[in-house]
């Protein structure tokens, strides 16, 4: 099972992602300079004082949860193929609109709150995810591909 590049790859993504979970993946700075707020999956929270503003952060939350676990499965699906096939291209896809759903929250804090904003490099870690998750299926394919090859030969 380790043994195996993909599961080096699935294993790496999996880090990548539970990072998402401990640091935020923008920073905002109100109108005035004393209201600095990050926005994570928690929701968005202000750093000077500590409180968490009234934002809705529960459809992200489950689709990072989602997103985090697909490749911890599929680790462990290393003996059917096709399924951590199919899984890995669903985790592919959920990575990709992950990556939207963090820009839409992102624009949709930066209007609300009319300031300005920076991204951290914690925004990009699911499209390196997504990247790490497609040289996996590449791998599974060869596997699976050598699999059949050898079924033919008997």
């Known amino acids: 099972m380790i043994q195996r590049i993909q599961t080096v790859f699935l294993m790496i993504a999996f880090i990548i992602l539970t990072f998402l979970f ?71 896809v959920l990575l990709l609109g992950l990556q939207g759903v963090f820009y839409f929250y992102y624009s949709a804090a930066l209007k609300a709150l009319s300031g300005n904003g920076t991204m951290k490099i914690i925004f990009v870690f699911p499209l390196v995810a997504a990247i790490l998750t497609f040289l996996a299926l590449r791998a599974i394919a060869r596997d699976e591909a050598l699999v059949r090859s050898l079924d033919r030969l008997r």
């Open 22 to 92: 401990w640091f935020p993946f923008a920073e905002i700075v109100g109108t005035s300079e004393q209201h600095i707020f990050e926005l994570g999956f928690a929701g968005l929270k202000n750093i000077n004082e500590g409180q968490k503003i009234a934002f809705d952060s529960l459809p992200l939350s489950i689709l990072m949860l989602v997103c985090t676990a697909l490749p911890f499965i599929t680790i462990f699906l290393y003996r059917k193929r096709m399924i951590q096939i199919r899984l890995s291209i669903i985790n592919i």
